[in-house]
């Protein structure tokens, strides 16, 4: 069964400060997809950014960029110029590639951006 | 297009009583879940729809929960004895083509208390 960890509970860094959140799967499967979540104190769930696993170059979106490694099975995300609308639970998951399996997600990382 | 839309928002109700919660998917959209999100557990897909047909019941907890889509247009989620323990967020998401794609649109989730 694939499983996600996220190891980092809670982060908090300063406004305009670049910050990275860690994320590591396990998985047999060779072709699959990645996504961040973003879910601010309103509950809503926000899909960031998505990489497929066959595709070496790092996704990006704005501010947004991530770090896949596939042999390490490691998939970090990385905020630049990070704003005070960041502020949110992040939440890695992971699909396999073949008709509408589940989402498996991370436990999350609670992010804090200070003023 | 309005998104996944989910009633109600919050919901308070008496241990015993019959919960029902209700989801509008993004038109046009074949699949639609059904999770649940805990501080223990975090986010646990329960059931999910391909064309109206449930394909995965897999999470569903326990015979005291059942979900249906009578159309394209709308998926109950059903507790019968509600019990405290199930308090939760429930969320609601749809998706055109499964996971691989788009990943999930969801919808601003309902939150079950139950007394």
């Known amino acids: 069964a694939q499983t996600v960890t996220q190891s980092q509970p809670e982060m908090s860094v300063q406004e305009a400060e670049t910050v990275t959140l860690s994320c590591t799967y396990d998985t047999s499967e060779n072709n699959y997809y990645l996504f961040w979540y973003k879910q601010p104190p309103s509950r809503q769930m926000i899909l960031v950014i998505r990489?497929?696993?066959?595709?070496?170059q790092n996704a990006t979106e704005n501010r947004f960029s991530v770090n896949f490694q596939k042999a390490a099975k490691s998939f970090s995300l990385k905020i630049s110029d990070s704003q005070l609308g960041d502020t949110a639970m992040y939440f890695c998951a992971f699909s396999p590639p073949q008709g509408a399996q589940k989402l498996v997600f991370g436990q999350g990382t609670r992010l804090t951006i200070n003023p | 297009d309005a998104g996944v839309i989910q009633s109600p928002r919050h919901e308070v109700t008496e241990m015993g009583q019959e919960v029902t919660l209700r989801c509008k998917p993004i038109s046009g959209h074949d699949y639609l879940f059904w999770y649940r999100q805990t501080m223990m557990r975090g986010l646990e897909l329960l059931i999910y729809?391909?064309?109206?047909?449930?394909?995965?019941d897999s999470g569903m907890p326990e015979d005291r929960f059942s979900a249906k889509m009578p159309n394209a247009s709308f998926s109950t989620l059903k507790i019968q004895p509600s019990e405290p323990r199930d308090s939760a967020v429930y969320f609601c998401?749809?998706?055109?083509?499964?996971?691989?794609?788009?990943?999930?649109?969801f919808g601003s989730g309902t939150r079950l208390t139950v007394v």
């Open positions: 729809f391909n064309n109206n047909v449930p394909i995965d």
């Open positions: 998401a749809s998706s055109p083509y499964g996971t691989g794609n788009y990943g999930y649109t």
């Open positions: 990489q497929e696993a066959y595709k070496q």
